[in-house]
């Protein structure tokens, strides 16, 4: 080995060093809110506002009980029900009617799909509160208000035209060879749809399902608009109504219930991740 190329690997070899120690001090920066809402969940009550370090000084685990208790008389296992009720309705409704709008534009023929198509992106830029009045006064006046149907029925009309477009780019890339055979064999489209496409778009279906289910599962605002009991409230609104009844000495409970809340979106983004890498490869970011 010469005295060139062990000059020419040691910058290389410095190089790989230095970059993972730079991936490690982001991954660290990016941990520690984790972190600090994790230890602050079992810091006492004096501790969450008056102390800056991360670790507490004795671990208060009655925070976890209180928590466990809940808000108003209503569990905290109540309150996930209700929230993973909510965001499985709108998994199971986007996944459904999604690839179904999804599939007409991406594979049939018909008038006006271009523009029709055109129209449903354009919708991407309009801001969420410029049709919650309209929708609010349509679901009073069907007496759907304090109930769970506007936080699940508008998953089932294809009103997401993010996730129409994700599957959309994804089943524009899938052969017609295929449909072409299923229609030789007898299928028509909704059997040609459910029997030959779907199965073939389940990355992109996955990836629907877990943006669709994180972003429900955190969705504060529209909850409070639609819901007043509090044997309805998700966990998302337990949290505010936690603070509001107990002010600042239930912070620590209240970092607890935000762990607790935490837990699902976890177990559900590492159950399902790689899915997602490849949906999103394969799908939204391809021309």
């Not at 990016?30 to 501790?47: G, I, Q, R, V």
């Not at 007898?186 to 877990?210: K, Q």
């Amino acid at each position: 080995m010469t005295t060139s190329t062990v000059a020419v690997r040691k910058p290389v070899a410095w190089r790989r060093i230095a970059l993972h120690l730079g991936c490690l001090a982001a991954l660290l920066v990016m941990l520690y809110p984790l972190a600090w809402l994790l230890a602050t969940s079992l810091k006492p009550a004096d501790e969450v506002i008056a102390s800056l370090d991360l670790l507490p000084s004795s671990l208060e685990w009655s925070n976890y009980k209180t928590a466990l208790d809940g808000v108003n008389d209503v569990s905290v296992w109540q309150l996930l029900g209700n929230s993973l009720f909510i965001a499985g309705g709108a998994v199971v409704g986007n996944v459904l009617s999604c690839s179904l709008a999804a599939y007409a534009f991406a594979r049939l023929r018909f008038r006006f799909r271009g523009p029709l198509f055109a129209f449903m992106i354009a919708t991407i830029m309009l801001p969420h509160h410029a049709v919650l009045i309209p929708q609010y006064i349509i679901f009073n006046q069907l007496g759907m208000v304090n109930t769970y149907w506007p936080l699940i029925l508008p998953k089932f009309l294809a009103t997401e035209a993010f996730f129409v477009f994700l599957i959309v780019q994804f089943m524009r890339g899938l052969p017609r060879e295929l449909e072409e055979a299923a229609r030789i064999d007898g299928c028509g489209p909704f059997r040609s749809f459910f029997l030959v496409i779907l199965p073939l778009t389940r990355p992109a279906l996955i990836t629907t399902a877990i943006f669709t289910f994180i972003w429900t599962w955190n969705d504060f605002f529209t909850q409070l608009i639609y819901l007043f009991s509090p044997e309805k409230f998700t966990l998302t609104l337990a949290l505010r109504s936690f603070v509001d009844a107990s002010s600042q000495s239930a912070f620590g409970p209240m970092f607890a219930m935000s762990v607790i809340a935490l837990l699902p979106i976890v177990l559900f983004f590492l159950a399902f991740q790689r899915f997602l890498v490849e949906g999103m490869a394969n799908s939204g970011i391809k021309g």
